[in-house]
């Protein structure tokens, strides 16, 4: 696990953009108030997830609007129709870790 920042450095309901040993991710502060990690790129067009709207447990690409499940990397809505990578996520002691290994098998 990586650290990647302070749990307090994202916000509820917002979404940053971070490279992790050359890996851009986009980490998640979601409504449910978990954190996840997905690869900040929209599998549909080749844009940053991390400049989009979180909504629930959902991260909203901003060029066309698919949005993306958190916990699984699947697309929920039409453009994208090919899921995005998912990383584990700890926090420990009010920091944010990050694997690499994604958990729902999708590689980039």
Partial sequence: MIRICASED????TAISADVD????ALVHGEDDQFYAVFDECSHAAVALSEGEVEGC???CWLHGSRFDLRTGEP????ATEPVPVYP????DGDIYVSLTPSN???R
């Fill in 76 to 79: 929920t809505g039409l453009p």
């Fill in 105 to 107: 098998g999708v590689t």
């Fill in 89 to 92: 996520v700890e926090v420990r």
């Fill in 22 to 25: 050359g890996t851009q991710i």
């Fill in 10 to 13: 994202v916000p509820k309901g």
């Fill in 58 to 60: 959902t991260l909203e």
